[in-house]
């Protein structure tokens, strides 16, 4: 059982469907989640509001190493199962969601493109844009590019989500660690909560050392 072929593709996939998809570019997202029985990875778009809307799901069995998608036939009445042999197949099946997903909205008029307003001219690129003070900061934003998706470190019942996702930074080449923590209340409002953690190379080899030795210390989430 291994997970070098779901962690490639994981690390990948993004980079892909941005190059090969505007609309993709500019609103799709994923997140992956590996402490699974089989790990996936989660498509989605995020509203206004913060909340999520899913679009597509990606599994991988590691016990035969194989990507697959799962689909409800109605005329059988069952799910069925759909092998990705190759991360082009996968490209194109996520790529594919996608497109459903936006045509759906578009009949549904439920969903308001976020993207469609006018660009600014000057927008020579379409790198993310981290505000390490909020969105409201009038102090300073820098550009980062971030090196992979959203990571799941930590879920319970849907309630309690904590991610991580990594980055360089454009200007100075130092790692941004970000760490979102989504909160579901009881009236069923999602608190989001997100913190930056900026760091040198020479940083880095320390507060791994460090995280490492201490490892056995640590205490489980609850």
């Known amino acids: 059982m291994s997970l070098e072929w779901f962690d490639r593709v994981s690390g990948e996939l993004q980079d892909h469907l ?19 029985k089989h790990p996936r990875i989660e498509f989605y778009t995020e509203l206004e509001d913060d909340e999520r809307d899913y679009f597509s799901s990606l599994f991988f069995d590691p016990y035969n190493e194989e990507f697959y998608m799962e689909s409800f036939d109605p005329d059988l009445g069952q799910i069925s199962k759909v092998i990705l042999s190759d991360i082009e197949d996968i ?28 660009m600014d001219d ?15 900061s009038d102090i300073y934003e820098i550009d980062v590019d971030w090196e992979t998706p959203e990571v799941t470190a930590y879920i319970q019942d849907n309630e309690v989500e904590v991610t991580y996702q990594f980055g360089i930074v454009q200007e100075t080449g130092d790692g941004v660690l970000k760490r979102i923590n989504r909160i579901r209340t009881a009236a069923d409002d999602l608190i989001k909560d997100e913190t930056n953690f900026i760091f ?15 490892m056995d210390s640590l205490s489980e989430m609850e």
């Open 200 to 214: 040198s190379k020479e940083e880095a080899s320390t507060i791994i050392a460090m995280i490492a030795s201490h």
């Open 18 to 36: 941005k190059s090969i998809c505007e609309k993709y570019d500019r609103n799709g997202s994923m997140i992956v989640e590996r402490g699974s």
């Open 91 to 118: 490209i194109d099946a996520v790529h594919e969601s996608f497109h459903n997903y936006l045509e759906e909205d578009e009949d549904d008029d439920d969903y308001d493109y976020a993207y469609e307003m006018d």
């Open 122 to 136: 000057d927008n020579d690129d379409n790198d993310d844009l981290y505000d390490p003070d909020g969105e409201n």
